[in-house]
Nanobody, 127 residues
Framework: QVQLVESGGGLVQAGDSLRLSCAAS???????MGWFRQAPGKEREFVAA????????DYADSVKGRFTISRDNDKRTLTLQMNNLKPADTAVYYC?????????????????????WGQGTQVTVSS
């Protein structure tokens, strides 16, 4: 079992930066990890993913060049650095872990393939 707790959300202005963190506890932190977000009235969508080793990352087109996902397996922490935020980035952001037997180089961007989810942290970007 894996427990995930997000932090770092808040209210910022367009163009500002935020850094989200996800602390993992429980059985293992060797899973592929990802960040997803859900805006009011919309489905949960993929934001960024990182492989088990951290050697490979993947991003949604809407955040490429602005967001960076990283992990510290020793500290059991997943991070999402968000720069040049836009009002369209407003959403609840979720950290997730995928326990599928993926290789060290594989990322996963399908929400249904993730087994563990955090409670979410609100990010609001004003114009």
């Amino acid at each position: 079992q894996v427990q995930l707790v997000e932090s770092g959300g808040g209210l910022v202005q367009a163009g500002d930066s935020l850094r989200l963190s996800c602390a993992a506890s429980g059985r293992t932190f060797s899973y592929a990890m990802g960040w997803f977000r859900q805006a009011p009235g919309k489905e949960r969508e993929f934001v960024a993913a990182i492989s088990r080793s951290g050697w490979r990352t993947d991003y949604a087109d809407s955040v490429k060049g602005r967001f960076t996902i990283s992990r510290d397996n020793d500290k059991r922490t997943l991070t999402l650095q968000m720069n040049n935020l836009k009002p369209a980035d407003t959403a609840v952001y979720y950290c997730a872990a995928c326990s599928q037997p993926l290789s060290y180089y594989t990322t996963e961007n399908t929400p249904g393939r993730y087994d563990y989810w955090g409670q979410g942290t609100q990010v609001t970007v004003s114009s």
